[in-house]
């Protein structure tokens, strides 16, 4: 089992940043892959990034802004999220499994751990 636990979520104006970052539970996490997801009002959970033991992955939508990364000494895996914009407001959750296709890493159904949320808003 793997809890998650995100935090850093909060209000920023657009152009801002915030860092979110998603503690793990478990003695194995340097083995896990680890995504961020978001979901929008009204909206269906969507892709964000994510990294395996080196690579990273990104959505179109936030590369270049958006850095995943990861501290295994700290079980902890980070989202630094600069120059926001409003279309970025969603909750934003962490997930994890021990198996990750990088073809399938895109995709909610590829992690079995997910973590509570932490909310993100962006004001114009």
């Known amino acids: 089992q793997v809890q998650l636990v995100e935090s850093g979520g909060g209000l920023v104006q657009a152009g801002g940043s915030l860092r979110l970052s998603c503690a793990a539970s478990?003695?194995?996490?340097?083995?896990?892959?680890m995504g961020w997801f978001r979901q929008a009002p009204g909206k269906e959970r969507e892709f964000v990034a994510a990294i395996g033991r080196i690579n990273t992955y990104y959505a179109d939508s936030v590369k270049g802004r958006f850095t995943i990364s990861r501290d295994n000494a700290k079980n902890t895996v980070y989202l630094q999220m600069n120059s926001l914009k409003p279309e970025d407001t969603a909750v934003y959750y962490c997930?994890?499994?021990?198996?990750?296709?990088?073809?399938?890493?895109?995709?909610?159904?590829?992690?079995?751990?997910w973590g509570q949320g932490t909310q993100v808003t962006v004001s114009s």
């Open positions: 478990g003695r194995t996490f340097s083995s896990y892959a």
């Open positions: 997930a994890a499994d021990f198996s990750v296709s990088p073809f399938t890493l895109r995709l909610s159904r590829s992690y079995a751990y």
